[in-house]
């Protein structure tokens, strides 16, 4: 079965310094989307950014990006000149033809002013 | 009226009361989602309806009941609920259940508490 592991319950990054968010996950299939959703607090959860597995460049969205390993099944999670709106939930998500949205537990991030 | 809204926001019941959270979307989409969230855990797949059919209920108490009139609207209605119960539930939707790429949709949630 597929598994998504975020071992870093809490991170904190000074303000406008860059933080960098781990996940790995575990499957046997070959193509499959992986996900980073942000949950402020009391907010809505929202879509930071999206990998597909078959594309080997990693996704970019202004100041996030990712570190997809397809071999070691890691998908990290880079956050640059870090922000106070910034301050949220993480969660790592996986998602395949199967329609199986699998989570991990979440990291907690602080930015420190 | 835009994206996913959830109501109530914020909800106390006792574990003789029965009530009701809804939810609807403004997004056009075709499946949506309850999900349970609990602390420092992964988000709980609670059920699935994919064009108002119920696609998967994933050993759910049956002390929740879902119900989904038309695409647009969800509801989850609570009874007999234990104070395990007690989290925040999230609506979520999206294009199709079967196809696109996964992403969903969510509203800001129901913070349950159960006395």
């Known amino acids: 079965a597929q598994t998504v592991t975020q071992s870093q319950p809490e991170m904190s990054v000074q303000e406008a310094e860059t933080v960098t968010l781990s996940c790995t996950y575990d499957t046997s299939e070959s193509d499959y989307y992986l996900f980073w959703y942000k949950q402020p607090p009391s907010r809505q959860m929202i879509l930071v950014i999206r990998?597909?597995?078959?594309k080997q460049q990693n996704a970019t969205e202004n100041r996030f990006s990712v570190n997809f390993q397809k071999a070691a099944k890691s998908f990290s999670l880079k956050i640059s000149d870090s922000q106070l709106g910034d301050a949220a939930m993480y969660f790592c998500?996986?998602?395949?033809?199967?329609?199986?949205?699998?989570w991990g537990a979440g990291t907690k991030l602080i930015i420190k002013p | 009226e835009t994206g996913v809204t959830q109501t109530p926001r914020h909800l106390v019941m006792g574990m003789t009361n029965k009530k009701s959270l809804k939810c609807e979307q403004h997004?056009?989409?075709?499946?949506m989602y309850w999900y349970k969230q609990s602390a420092k855990k992964p988000l709980e797949l609670m059920f699935v309806y994919n064009f108002k059919e119920q696609t998967e209920n994933n050993s759910v108490p049956s002390r929740f009941s879902p119900e989904c009139p038309n695409s647009s609207h969800l509801f989850l209605h609570l009874h007999t609920l234990q104070p395990e119960d007690s989290a925040l539930y999230l609506c979520a939707s999206s294009q199709d259940r079967g196809q696109g790429t996964g992403e969903l949709f969510f509203g800001e949630g129901s913070r349950l508490t159960v006395l």
């Open positions: 997004l056009g989409h075709n499946a």
């Open positions: 990998q597909e597995a078959y």
């Open positions: 998500a996986y998602w395949d033809r199967n329609y199986q949205l699998i």
